[in-house]
Each structure stands twice: as C-alpha cells, then as structure tokens.
C-alpha cells in the first residue's frame, strides 16, 4: 500500500521491482485497488482486515488535491502500429503486465488495441468515481464517462509514452503521455506481489 521506489525512471522501476519478485500495477489493477480501498473493506496478505482508516489514508494519498506532489507509475505502454503495413490500422495499441524475460523487459499482453476508451484529453476533467466503476477492462475511463475534475492525458502517440497517476495542489489526474526516462524524488510506485 506504500508508494516506494522513488527518483527511478519507468524502466528502472520494472527492473528493481523484479529483483524483488514484485511487479508494477496495471491501470486495471489500479482502478481495482482504488475500489477496494473505496469499499472500506480489505485485507493483507495474511487475510487480516486492515483498518478503514488505514484504507483512507492510503486513498487520501493517491487522490486528494493538495501538497506535497504525489505520483506513481503504472505498467502500460503505448504504440502506434504501423498504419503503412496495415497493423491495427494505425490504432494506439496498450502493451503491459511486462516482466523480466531472460533480462529485457517484455509484455505478456502485447500490442491489444484499445476500444471504447476516451480517446481525448480532459483538463479537466472527468469524474473519478465513473471512471472507476465503468473503466474499460484495461482500465480506461470509457468513451463516455463522465465530466468531473480529475484530469486525464490520453495514450500518447509517439511510440514513446507509459502512464502514471498524480495529484498535487493544482490538480490530480491520469497521465498516459509520460515519458519513461522521468525521475523525480516523489514519483515511485505501489508493488504488486502476487499471492501463493
């Protein structure tokens, strides 16, 4: 529940995490944990209930508008497949779930084309609770969710963009226009474990 692993660049991230057999969040897993945090009710890794305020805290964290800066990476990225050689006819297309394969990063689900998703910036913005009860099964705000003060970049469209969230005193918002290579002391993420 802790945002961790700060100032490293996306890549970096992915690598650190997989030393430590955890793994970075999807924009879908985030969207879950963001409702389960909402729900009031959730449990650790040993299956005991964490407290509601905790729960608060932890979602007061990631989407309250306020000081100080506050971001996390998510693990997507994103293409534009070749419209010349009629791949996906040009259509942004999501890569993620990567992880270290043989030592380079690699996506267990590659090149799916993104559909239904709002494929427009909104500054701002969209509302937060309709994109997290109606968000795509990637876990995008649908093509029409609803107006509300979270802002949101679409994918980016430059072979080149992964996404994060963020909120600070300006504002609080979905990035899918970051630039992997960013560092900074208050960007980090919240590792995934998987349970066994």
Known sequence: ?????????WYETHEIL?????????????VDFLNLLKSGKAFDGRGKSIDKRKLDSV???ILTVRDPWRSEWLDADFKVL???LKVFGGKV???YEHRIVNGNLSASRKDEVMEGYLA?????????NDWLSR????????QDVGEGKLWYWQPGKDNN???GFYAYSGRAGLFCYWDPSLRNSNLGVRAVRKKI
């Not at 529940?1 to 660049?9: A, D, V």
């Not at 997989?18 to 985030?30: S, W």
């Not at 427009?120 to 937060?128: H, M, N």
Request: hydrophobic residues 30%; glycine residues 8%; charged residues 25%.
């Open 1 to 9: 529940m802790e945002r961790t692993h700060q100032n490293n660049g």
């Open 18 to 30: 997989a030393q430590e057999g955890a793994f970075m969040p999807t924009i879908r897993q985030f």
């Open 59 to 61: 979602l007061d964290d």
């Open 82 to 84: 070749d419209k010349k």
């Open 93 to 95: 297309v999501m890569n």
């Open 120 to 128: 427009q910036d909104k500054k701002p913005g969209i509302d937060v």
């Open 135 to 142: 968000a795509t099964y990637q876990g995008l705000p649908p």
């Open 161 to 163: 963009s992964v996404a």
